[in-house]
């Protein structure tokens, strides 16, 4: 089995910064990419950011120019840098990754359990 454990969240002003980690650990022989997603209330789970095990990213427009995702391949973590953060950026957010447990077998995603994070005033 694989866990994605996430850093803790927290309240943050608009504009400000804040910067969520989560590490993968157990049974991992690779993984592939890695995520991030969140969750507003009432909202369904949207896709944020995403790298490659190479390094590629992606963003959602929402959050692209202001967040920047990254990876440390020997920690088996990735990082969600966020910036001038807005009052809809409020969610729970969730990293994913895409593991395998050993050759041959399947890849599979995981999920963490979700942080929150709250922009307010």
């Known amino acids: 089995q694989v866990q994605l454990v996430e850093s803790e969240g927290g309240l943050v002003q608009p504009g400000g910064s804040l910067r969520l980690s989560c590490v993968a650990s157990?049974?991992?022989?690779?993984?592939?990419?890695m995520g991030w997603y969140r969750q507003a209330p009432g909202k369904q789970r949207e896709w944020v950011a995403r790298?490659?095990?190479?390094?590629?990213?992606n963003y959602a427009d929402s959050v692209k120019g202001r967040f920047a995702i990254s990876r440390d391949n020997a920690e088996n973590t990735v990082y969600l840098q966020m910036n001038s953060l807005k009052f809809d950026d409020t969610a729970v957010y969730y990293c994913?990754?895409?593991?395998?447990?050993?050759?041959?077998?399947?890849?599979?995603?995981?999920w963490g359990q979700g942080t929150q994070v709250t922009v307010s005033s």
């Open positions: 790298i490659t095990s190479s390094g590629k990213t």
């Open positions: 157990g049974s991992i022989f690779r993984i592939n990419s």
């Open positions: 994913n990754a895409n593991c395998v447990e050993g050759p041959g077998r399947a890849f599979v995603y995981y």
